[in-house]
């Protein structure tokens, strides 16, 4: 299901991007008549139609809330009598949006206020919790300056928006971008497949299946950077002699072509081991 966050801004407001998934307008429409979707977010004048349409299937939840452009008004399609109402009529007196609109991708956004309480809250665990089998994910940006920031503070919802469906693929997530502080958290943004290409890419031979020793080294590169590149510490957490670690070491720096020495290298072969499918 998609939500927009609705709430009137002037020009010179700060503001926020939410990312969230959407479907068409038709599909969205039928989603909702079958059951299969609890609400439809859109401008009040097709909504109208579509409530006319269904023969007292469908209510509107709000109308007549302004989202910040002249004669525009966004609302939302409930099954008649269906307890989700109550609940977006409520978000509704609320939340009255700056923008929102859809992408060409079909990801739906809205630009509200930066110093506005985030979905994070009340109003996302309702809706979430509203169809707990139905994975509701959606993605923050951090807040612009002005207009002219709003391009990429879109990038970073989109992106965290990304994140939100590789960590939580089967359940309703919201990241905020802000929030994405280390290497593993940043890499949930980048696609499955750029992931995937840049490990096998950097690891090679090592990650051939079915090879005890590619499996062997594997561990102990993974071992060593656990270690911080402590010989030591790596033997003693393998139950090794030193040398024998060296040995695997000048190994996989023969495949991976990197030098374990070098702090770059290092992270290189770090990244490539945490981007995992």
């Not at 497949?193 to 890419?201: C, G, H, N, Q, S």
Request: proline content about 5%; glycine content about 8%.
């Amino acid at each position: 299901m998609a939500i927009i966050r609705c709430r009137r801004s002037t020009a010179q407001a700060s503001a926020t991007v939410l990312g969230l998934t959407a479907s068409s307008p038709a599909s969205a429409r039928l989603a909702v008549k079958s059951g299969r979707a609890d609400a439809f977010f859109s401008s009040q004048a097709p909504l109208t139609y579509f409530v006319q349409q269904s023969k007292g299937e469908l209510e509107l939840a709000g109308t007549g809330q302004s989202n910040g452009f002249d004669d525009l008004y966004q609302g939302a399609v409930v099954p008649k009598d269906g307890p989700l109402r109550d609940v977006l009529l409520k978000a509704f007196q609320k939340l009255i949006a700056a923008a929102v609109g859809c992408l060409p991708d079909g990801t739906a956004f809205a630009v509200l206020p930066g110093d506005f309480p985030f979905l994070s809250g009340e109003v996302w665990r309702l809706v979430a919790g509203c169809e707990p089998s139905v994975p509701l994910r959606g993605g923050i940006g951090a807040t612009a300056a002005g207009p002219q920031e709003l391009a990429g503070a879109l990038a970073e919802a989109r992106y965290a928006l990304a994140s939100a469906r590789s960590t939580a693929p089967d359940a309703s997530l919201l990241t905020d971008v802000t929030t994405l502080s280390s290497v593993d958290q940043l890499l949930t943004g980048i696609p499955t497949e750029v992931r995937t290409a840049y490990r096998r890419t950097v690891l090679g031979p090592l990650l051939e299946t079915g090879s005890v020793s590619s499996a062997v080294l594997l561990h102990t590169l993974q071992t060593f950077l656990a270690c911080d590149g402590s010989w030591a510490r790596t033997a003693e957490a393998l139950h090794l002699h030193v040398n024998t670690v060296h040995y695997r070491i000048q190994r996989i720096e023969h495949f991976s072509g990197r030098d374990l020495s070098r702090l770059t290298d290092r992270l290189d072969l770090w990244t490539a081991l945490l981007c995992r499918s």
